[in-house]
């Protein structure tokens, strides 16, 4: 019952930027935990950013940190991945996910829900 839908991938140069959203709807989103992972072919799906249900506490993979935002809207039910600084390393399949949680789950096993993943590529 519980569905979210990740939208604003893209193709863009090294440098750029990009905003990911999440829209999550079925369930109660401001009890959820919410985090974005990534995925290359033939490697395991890596933690990128989340966030706690109500927005005060993040945490992020080191090769995210001061480049990638996470932030939420609970009004709206969506969560967003703000992108700068983008490297050809970040071209990725883009992913959000959501638990009901207090904290800012980093595995992919501490999540129930998924998004079907948007295409981000960064060229050189």
């Known amino acids: 019952q519980v569905q979210l839908v990740e939208s604003g991938g893209g193709l863009v140069q090294a440098g750029g930027s990009l905003r990911l959203s999440c829209t999550v709807s079925?369930?109660?989103?401001?009890?959820?935990?919410m985090g974005w992972f990534r995925q290359v072919p033939g490697k395991e799906r890596e933690f990128v950013s989340a966030?706690?249900?109500?927005?005060?506490?993040?945490s992020h993979t080191d090769s995210a940190r001061g480049r990638f935002t996470i932030s939420r809207d609970n009004g709206k039910n969506m969560v967003y991945l703000q992108m700068s600084s983008l490297k050809p390393e970040d071209t990725a399949v883009y992913y959000c996910?959501?638990?009901?949680?207090?904290?800012?789950?980093?595995?992919?096993?501490?999540?129930?829900?998924w998004g079907q993943g948007t295409q981000v590529t960064v060229s050189s």
């Open positions: 996910a959501a638990v009901r949680d207090y904290g800012v789950p980093r595995y992919n096993s501490q999540y129930n829900y």
């Open positions: 079925g369930g109660t989103f401001s009890r959820y935990a």
């Open positions: 966030i706690s249900w109500n927005g005060f506490d993040t």
